[in-house]
């Protein structure tokens, strides 16, 4: 499911080194933990969330295949997170 994810998701990104899937297999479920650098994030999501949900859809049906759920958690990097603490700090004091 990893090497699925992996290949579709370096197709899309422009840094794809910086790239990290984490997966943790737990009774019949895979839980996908996608994180890619800040500038990447608006290519994974798409027009109204539509690239996220057809990595999804092509996901779940190759958990179909293989007799398992599967659950895609994509994360928010660290910079960005940083990015949207510094500019709300910044329209506050105005």
């Keep these: 499911m990893?090497?699925?994810l992996n290949f579709i998701v370096t197709s899309?990104?422009?840094k794809p080194e910086a790239l990290n899937i984490e997966e943790d297999n737990?009774?019949?479920?895979?839980n996908l933990t996608l994180t890619v650098d800040p500038s990447d994030m608006g290519l994974i999501i798409?027009?109204?969330?539509q690239t996220i949900?057809?990595?999804?859809?092509?996901l779940i049906?190759?958990?179909?295949?293989?007799?398992?759920?599967?659950?895609?958690?994509?994360?928010e990097p660290a910079s960005s997170q940083?990015?949207?603490?510094?500019v709300d700090e910044s329209t506050s004091s105005q």
Excluded at 46 to 49: A, D, F, I, Q, V
Excluded at 53 to 58: F, G, N, Q
Excluded at 61 to 75: D, F, G, I, S, Y
């Design 12 to 14: 899309i990104v422009t």
């Design 82 to 86: 940083e990015i949207a603490t510094s």
């Design 46 to 49: 798409g027009k109204g969330g």
């Design 53 to 58: 949900k057809s990595i999804r859809k092509l």
């Design 2 to 4: 990893k090497d699925l």
């Design 61 to 75: 049906v190759r958990a179909m295949a293989e007799n398992v759920r599967v659950n895609l958690q994509l994360n």
């Design 26 to 30: 737990q009774e019949g479920t895979v």
